[in-house]
């Protein structure tokens, strides 16, 4: 008889038989903190989670890093160019819609690898919303997602009919942010 080390536990022991999907949107922060926090909790559990981001580009965020510590239960695979016409954006559209399309082919290959309990499609909300994703093809994903698997969709302008779909919908709504006082986004805080 082998020991079990304290804490050590099978994936199948902690993992329900069915997966979610949850949708994180709104026009508040928190979205992809929400999501984050969901990662945490199910690598805590033995899970095995993947993080794809869509939006995220070319600015450093320090959950790039702290995901190493994590590693190899937890995964990011930043895949946008970042975000679309806002801030420093200088791709064009068919670049935005050719990095939207391959994260999303990506994420399809990954979800029915069977090597992840949780799959995160970060910001891909945005993507359906301004138009780079099509939202026939975000829906033939969710057709093919493995009963166990826990697929969280995070961004802006979740369309109603994923909110439909959903398991569990947050909207975040903003009440007060620094940037009204001028506060600029916050290292460690904001990314």
Sequence with gaps: MSAIKPGARTRAKEKGSRGL????????????????????RAVG????????????????????????????????????LGFYKILDDAHSETEHRRA????????????LSGKYDMLILDEING??????????DVMALLDAKPE??????????????LIERADLVTEMREIKHPYQKGILAQKGIDY
């Design 21 to 40: 999907v949850i949708v994180y949107t709104g026009e508040g922060k928190g979205k992809t903190t929400a999501a984050l926090g969901m990662a945490l």
């Design 148 to 161: 166990a698997l826990t697929l969280v969709l995070t961004g802006r302008y979740a369309p109603p009919e």
């Design 100 to 111: 939207a399309n391959d994260a999303l082919a990506f994420a399809s290959e990954q979800m």
């Design 45 to 80: 559990r033995g899970w095995h989670v993947l993080m794809i981001q869509f939006g995220k580009g070319s600015w450093h965020y320090a959950e790039l890093e702290s995901s190493q510590r994590l590693k190899p239960e937890f995964e990011i695979v930043p895949m946008g």
């Design 127 to 136: 993507m359906l919303a301004s138009g780079l994703l099509a939202l026939a």
